[in-house]
């Protein structure tokens, strides 16, 4: 049952993440959260690794949460979900993408897309914000920490710097403070 | 000679995929680097065709580019291997990690050090907003669409997917309409 669930919510997915990585975290938050399969701030750590290790984000948290909510099995089933309509959808237009691109109904749907996904990031970008920061008090040390860490962050991603980079700064600054 | 081929496509996109950290578009100059100067894959504005239709269909880059290349270097069976290829790196590293991860996270140097990492997450989260954010039209359409996919799922708590649905809906009528006044 739960390998069934797996599957079918990564498969869903799969089949809306438009425009990359990140485009997923929205989707996958929202799924993840209901299904109370993972933690908000365990998400964020999910991320970090993913960045972290090679290969696509999605099928790196797929994997991970897969894992983490029902080991091998589960790994394998959120995996083929989030494969499977990139997959399915590649063959499909492969024959003759170049009528698929020039499509209006793709290029309009396309159009609608773009903006809806870099609406939906910014939301999951505040919440998780929220969770990463004590919103009670604000003062905290840990929240004091974090805006260090913030700024440190934000000034490597402006240089340029490579995630992996920007990641182990961040946890080394966690581990000094 | 075939099966040949088929092998091939899988060690290539083996090789990309466990090369490619991040990936989406990092992952491109090692694509093309294999598949249309190593392997003559395919031919140079065929590589740009690729990212034309792995940004205008689901799904991670790197699904689509092996898909798209595999199927046409080996057919279905050359899809099956080029994908197969390139998820599995990761698929393995990431089982790997989670095992390490579940026995070393009770330390508290290991809790602090990701106390910090969350921190830096939301500046790549953002940094990845900011540049998706760059790359949209500038038009009021745009706009309109980005304040209402918005207050839908910040305040309404509309499911991801409808909101998604709706909004490419939106996109497709516009579309039409404009083709219309187009033609009058």
Same mark, same amino acid.
Not at chain 1, 156 to 171: D, E, F, G, N, R
């Given at each position: 049952?739960?390998?069934?669930?797996?599957?079918?919510?990564?498969?869903?997915?799969?089949?809306?993440?438009?425009?990359?990585?990140?485009?997923?975290?929205?989707?996958?938050?929202?799924?993840?959260?209901?299904?109370?399969?993972?933690?908000?701030?365990?998400?964020?750590?999910?991320?970090?690794?993913?960045?972290?290790?090679?290969?696509?984000?999605?099928?790196?948290?797929?994997?991970?949460?897969?894992?983490?909510?029902?080991?091998?099995?589960?790994?394998?089933?959120?995996?083929l979900?989030?494969?499977?309509?990139?997959?399915?959808?590649?063959?499909?237009i492969?024959?003759?993408?170049?009528?698929?691109?020039?499509?209006?109904?793709?290029?309009?749907a396309?159009?609608?897309?773009?903006?809806?996904?870099?609406?939906?990031?910014?939301?999951?970008?505040?919440?998780?914000?929220?969770?990463?920061?004590?919103?009670e008090?604000?003062?905290?040390?840990?929240?004091?920490?974090?805006?260090?860490?913030?700024?440190?962050?934000?000034?490597?991603?402006?240089?340029?710097?490579?995630?992996?980079?920007?990641?182990?700064?961040?946890?080394l600054?966690?581990?000094?403070? | 000679?075939?099966r040949?081929?088929?092998?091939?496509?899988?060690?290539?996109?083996?090789?990309?995929?466990?090369?490619?950290?991040?990936?989406?578009?990092?992952?491109?100059?090692?694509?093309?680097?294999e598949?249309?100067?190593?392997?003559?894959?395919?031919?140079?504005?065929?590589?740009?065709?690729?990212?034309?239709?792995?940004?205008?269909t689901?799904?991670?880059?790197?699904?689509? +580019? &092996?898909?798209?290349?595999?199927?046409?270097?080996g057919? *279905?069976?050359?899809? @099956?291997? /080029?994908?197969? !290829? =390139? #998820?599995?790196?990761?698929?393995?590293?990431?089982?790997?990690?989670?095992?390490?991860?579940?026995?070393?996270?009770?330390?508290?140097?290991v809790?602090?050090?990701?106390?910090?990492?969350?921190?830096?997450?939301?500046?790549?989260?953002?940094?990845?907003?900011?540049?998706?954010?760059?790359?949209?039209?500038?038009?009021?359409?745009?706009?309109?669409?980005?304040?209402?996919?918005? +207050? &839908?799922?910040?305040?309404?708590?509309?499911?991801?997917? *409808?909101?998604?649905? @709706?909004? /490419?809906?939106? !996109? =497709? #009528?516009?579309?039409?309409?404009?083709?219309?006044?187009?033609?009058?």
């Amino acid at each position: 049952m739960i390998l069934l669930q797996l599957f079918w919510e990564f498969l869903k997915i799969g089949a809306f993440t438009f425009g990359g990585g990140y485009a997923m975290l929205p989707l996958m938050r929202q799924v993840v959260l209901a299904h109370r399969w993972t933690t908000e701030s365990r998400i964020v750590d999910f991320i970090a690794v993913s960045e972290s290790t090679p290969g696509p984000l999605a099928v790196n948290m797929s994997t991970y949460i897969g894992a983490e909510t029902a080991g091998l099995s589960g790994a394998l089933a959120a995996t083929l979900g989030v494969v499977l309509p990139s997959f399915l959808i590649i063959l499909l237009i492969s024959g003759n993408y170049r009528k698929f691109q020039a499509s209006p109904v793709v290029k309009g749907a396309m159009e609608g897309l773009r903006p809806a996904v870099v609406a939906l990031i910014a939301v999951a970008l505040l919440s998780v914000a929220g969770s990463v920061f004590d919103t009670e008090t604000m003062l905290s040390r840990a929240n004091l920490t974090g805006a260090l860490t913030v700024f440190v962050a934000a000034f490597l991603c402006y240089k340029k710097k490579h995630p992996i980079l920007i990641i182990a700064v961040s946890a080394l600054i966690g581990m000094a403070l | 000679m075939k099966r040949g081929t088929i092998r091939e496509l899988f060690v290539t996109f083996f090789k990309i995929g466990a090369f490619t950290f991040g990936g989406g578009y990092a992952m491109i100059p090692l694509v093309r680097r294999e598949v249309v100067e190593e392997k003559k894959w395919l031919a140079e504005e065929e590589m740009f065709d690729l990212i034309a239709i792995a940004e205008s269909t689901p799904g991670p880059l790197a699904i689509n +580019a &092996a898909t798209f290349v595999g199927n046409r270097v080996g057919g *279905v069976p050359g899809a @099956l291997a /080029a994908t197969l !290829g =390139v #998820v599995l790196p990761s698929f393995l590293i990431i089982l790997l990690i989670a095992g390490i991860l579940a026995r070393v996270e009770r330390f508290t140097i290991v809790q602090k050090a990701f106390r910090g990492i969350r921190a830096g997450v939301l500046v790549l989260i953002a940094s990845a907003l900011v540049s998706l954010f760059r790359q949209l039209s500038r038009r009021a359409f745009t706009y309109a669409v980005l304040a209402a996919a918005f +207050a &839908a799922a910040c305040f309404l708590q509309a499911d991801s997917i *409808v909101i998604l649905i @709706l909004c /490419a809906l939106c !996109g =497709v #009528v516009r579309n039409a309409l404009a083709k219309k006044r187009e033609k009058r």
